[in-house]
């Protein structure tokens, strides 16, 4: 609601524009800083399971599991994106088709504030159910890094995003720029401000 809105607003730390802050590599190769730790690999997690193929079973239905992986491995689903409304099939032979998506973006997020903190919070975080949403891959690609001067195309879901991407910002004490604000304030006015109207 407009009203959760606000009050995230309220606990977020707004600043004019982020900073680029050097240091940043997802990659994990030899040589690459990793980040964020390997992707989907959570330690905090002791399922045996990925965090993707955890994932994929939480937001897909008709989930079709490989034998043998100790009922972990997503064979195929299917995703009702909510970014697009798109009911969209997946199959593990064409895994990029629905991808993962950080609300927040990793990217982003280092200079948010994430450069400050150790490997393990940084690991904990890019495995964050609460920041993970599955999405159609295409969607996934036209977000990248952004904040929210990217929106998604749905706008049913426009205001559930955008509380995601505040709450996270407020539990991880991530900065948001006074864009990412105005953008949240118009496209979710509060209920004082409905009710002043």
Same mark, same amino acid.
């Given at each position: 609601? %407009? !009203?959760?809105? *606000?009050?995230?607003? #309220? /606990?977020? @730390?707004? &600043?004019?524009?982020?900073?680029?802050? $050097?240091?940043?590599?997802?990659?994990?190769k030899?040589?690459?800083?990793?980040?964020?730790?390997?992707?989907?690999?959570?330690?905090?997690?002791?399922?045996?399971c990925?965090?993707?193929?955890?994932?994929?079973?939480?937001?897909?239905?008709?989930v079709?599991?490989?034998?043998?992986?100790?009922?972990?491995?997503?064979?195929?689903?299917?995703?009702?994106?909510?970014?697009? %409304? !798109?009911?969209? *099939?997946?199959?593990? #032979? /064409?895994? @990029?088709? &629905?991808?993962?998506?950080?609300?927040? $973006?990793?990217?982003?997020?280092?200079?948010?504030?994430?450069?400050?903190?150790?490997?393990?919070?940084?690991?904990?975080?890019a495995?964050?159910?609460?920041?993970?949403?599955?999405?159609?891959?295409?969607?996934?690609?036209?977000?990248?890094?952004?904040?929210?001067?990217?929106?998604?195309?749905?706008?049913?879901?426009?205001?559930?995003?955008?509380?995601?991407?505040?709450?996270?910002?407020?539990?991880?004490?991530?900065?948001?720029?006074?864009?990412?604000?105005?953008?949240?304030?118009?496209?979710?006015?509060?209920?004082?401000?409905?009710?002043?109207?």
């Open positions: 609601s %407009g !009203q959760r809105i *606000a009050d995230l607003l #309220a /606990d977020v @730390d707004v &600043v004019a524009e982020l900073p680029d802050v $050097a240091g940043y590599e997802r990659g994990c030899r040589g690459q800083r990793c980040s964020f730790g390997a992707a989907w690999n959570d330690p905090t997690d002791h399922s045996g990925d965090t993707r193929n955890r994932m994929l079973q939480q937001q897909l239905t008709e079709v599991i490989k034998p043998g992986t100790h009922g972990c491995k997503v064979l195929a689903g299917t995703l009702e994106d909510p970014y697009t %409304g !798109q009911v969209v *099939a997946f199959s593990a #032979a /064409d895994p @990029d088709a &629905v991808q993962v998506d950080h609300v927040f $973006a990793l990217a982003r997020a280092w200079d948010a504030g994430a450069w400050r903190w150790d490997q393990a919070q940084r690991i904990a975080f495995n964050d159910p609460a920041n993970l949403i599955v999405v159609t891959g295409p969607a996934n690609r036209d977000k990248s890094d952004s904040g929210l001067q990217w929106l998604p195309p749905n706008p049913a879901y426009r205001c559930t995003y955008i509380a995601r991407y505040l709450s996270v910002a407020a539990d991880y004490d991530l900065a948001i720029t006074g864009y990412d604000r105005d953008i949240a304030l118009t496209q979710c006015p509060s209920v004082a401000e409905r009710t002043a109207a």
